[in-house]
């Protein structure tokens, strides 16, 4: 029997698009694969969480008006959680609201691939939950090393991708993320 499952969607919001780092390269793409997936967990059943990230001052106070969905997504969230780590699981609730549903099994999205949604996949494993990490559903910028090298974001992902694979999370596309809830629910 498969595990209940819920799509979660880490701090795609208004906030980034006010940091300096924030390139539109990527966005269009993953603003698509997003909402395809947002689409695909609605119409299957899929319990969805909405994180937000957020910070004492800047684009991710409260009072900054940014804590609110990246346009154009659309997402009737089962429910919203804020938080201040990188982790999602970290003083936020959403471990309790997890385990209180029963569901062991976290589909991964969002912004920022290395960091939030990396760290949020990471914790996840080391708590019990099955992962899948959907890569093509996550975006990030690109990234300037120690000795000056600029790491792209398409680069940064597959770093990501890489470490996390049979480790962590199974990599899993959309369809495939979608695809394996739906045999859970059904199973379950």
Known sequence: ?????????????????????FREEGLGLYL???????????????????VFHVEEAGPFSEGSGFVVPLSPLRLA????FRKRRHSALVGSGLDVWLTE?????LIVSGIRTEQCCETTTRHASDLGYEVDFVGEATLTFPM???????????????RSELVLAGRFARIATVEEALAAATAGRLAA
């Open 101 to 105: 549903r029963g569901i062991r099994r």
């Open 77 to 80: 969230a089962d429910a919203v």
């Open 144 to 158: 300037v090393d120690a000795a000056g090298r600029e790491w792209s974001a398409a680069e940064i992902r597959a």
């Open 32 to 50: 698509e694969r997003q909402q395809a997936l947002i689409d695909g967990a609605a119409a299957a059943g899929i319990p969805m969480v909405q």
């Open 1 to 21: 029997m498969s595990a209940k499952t819920a799509l979660i969607v880490i701090d795609a919001q208004e906030s980034f698009r006010h940091r300096p780092y």
